[in-house]
């Protein structure tokens, strides 16, 4: 019943964020001014560097079987999830716990690297500055993308940044309207995918991929349901009649709704 609530609760708060965007499309924003420089880094820096700053969160990916009900260890022998063995739990632990930690409690130097190497990443320029409405090019809603991270953490900015490296996804970013500002087919990228970085950590703690992980390859089987769901909503969004950000919170919602439906476990 708890897991029932959570994800209720987590479902309206997507809604309520897509009422607001949805409201908000078009909105320019005064750029900052703040000239800084910043070394780009790579998303595997966030999982050597940061895992483990704050605890994890208990979910049923994570229970030991002596944990749980004799009824409920039974179902769960029968039906799934498949319990993880310890060094997987504590694996899979750090990563979620991930989703704790607020951007800015990282140094204000690695906040700009980071979010510096996903503008970059998106759209081979370079960052101008750490705050300012340069933001909206990449979907993005003001002066700051921490606003827009609250609820996902360095876990979502971690799939993010690791979406822009990889060179399936990429292949589709030209593609992308990824603004902010209201056009006709632009849609908020980074805030559609900051919406299945919430969906990821939602299944993922559910024990959706409890039977697709080791110890080795935890982070990777996590990322790549991310980008099935980002797939499956660029899908949606190109074939679709309606463009702009009512459609792209359209089909977000359609998505979280059933995310497993959109997901091909062989790409797991």
Known sequence: MDDDKDHDEIYQNAVD???FVEGQAGVQ???????????RVLSDRIISD??????????????????????????RYIFGPPF????CRNKLQSVLSL?????AKLPEETQYEVLGSLYENMTEESCPRRFGSHWQKIGFQGNDPATDLRGVGVFGLWLLLRLSEDPVAKAAFPHCSMSFKSCEESYPFSVCMI????????IAKEGFLN??????TIDDVTFRLFRELFKAFNCEFENSEQKGVIAAGEIIRKIDKNPRKYVRLSSI
């Open 195 to 202: 919406t299945l970085c919430r969906t990821t950590m939602t």
């Open 84 to 87: 993880l063995n310890q060094r």
């Open 17 to 19: 964020e897509w009422d």
């Open 99 to 103: 989703t704790k930690l607020p951007l």
């Open 29 to 39: 924003l005064q750029t900052l001014q703040h000239g800084d420089t910043y070394s």
């Open 50 to 75: 940061f895992i483990q700053i704050v605890e994890g969160p208990r979910c049923a990916a994570i229970f030991k079987a002596s944990e749980l009900p004799l009824l409920s260890r039974l179902t």
């Open 211 to 216: 039977k697709y992980i080791d110890e080795e």
